[in-house]
């Protein structure tokens, strides 16, 4: 027998189970960060408890963005360092870069515990030299973590102006000289 009890001044959590024989399981609704806890069973008359039930709330990061983007431009022989975001994640999201299907090493990472003390924001910075861009090139941030374990990604078209040569031009000025009779 399925027997439903809310808990007292906690809507969203619901004792089921077959009481009568012990059976008692806590499902909780629409889980919220503020969940990510550690629960266990009290029973008040017998004063026994469970072992404690460790509930690990995941959260994926937004939408990784790389600043500057869509297009970045920079002149020829200029070097190409470009930031990639990925905040509010639960754990802290992993930051990869790719270019033509290949990982890019040597990125810099950080990472910055947000207020709430549970969630993280990552920052990647990849710095590429002159000789190793190309313009029309993509690179892509791809951002991961437990929640998302296939990972979000945006990228960049690098535009690369190059440098322009210019040719004086000579300009010539007829004088015409008009005489009126």
């Known amino acids: 027998m399925n027997k439903c009890v809310c808990a007292a001044?906690?809507?969203?959590?619901?004792?089921i189970g077959d009481h009568g024989s012990g059976e008692h399981h806590l499902r909780i609704q629409r889980v919220e960060l503020m969940d990510d806890a550690v629960f266990e069973c009290q029973a008040v008359q017998a004063a026994m408890r469970s072992r404690p039930?460790?509930?690990t709330v995941l959260v994926p990061p937004e939408d990784p963005?790389?600043?500057?983007?869509?297009?970045?431009?920079l002149r020829a022989g200029d070097p190409l360092?470009?930031?990639?975001?990925?905040?509010?994640?639960?754990?802290a999201a992993s930051i990869i870069w790719i270019r033509n299907g290949e990982v890019l090493n040597g990125a810099m990472y950080s990472k910055t515990l947000l207020r709430d003390g549970r969630r993280e924001s990552?920052?990647?910075t990849l710095y590429l030299s002159p000789s190793n861009i190309?313009?029309?090139?993509?690179?892509?941030?791809?951002?991961?973590?437990?929640?998302?374990?296939n990972g979000k990604?945006?990228?960049?078209?690098?535009?690369i102006q190059r440098k322009h040569?210019?040719?004086?031009f000579l300009f010539l000025s007829l004088l015409l000289s008009v005489s009126l009779p």
């Open 165 to 168: 040569t210019t040719t004086p």
């Open 9 to 15: 001044g906690y809507p969203r959590y619901t004792v």
């Open 122 to 124: 990552t920052v990647s």
């Open 53 to 55: 039930a460790r509930l």
């Open 153 to 159: 990604e945006t990228s960049v078209t690098i535009d």
């Open 134 to 149: 190309e313009t029309g090139q993509q690179i892509i941030c791809k951002a991961s973590n437990k929640a998302v374990p």
């Open 81 to 91: 360092n470009l930031t990639c975001h990925a905040d509010n994640a639960k754990p």
């Open 65 to 73: 963005v790389i600043s500057g983007g869509p297009v970045v431009s």
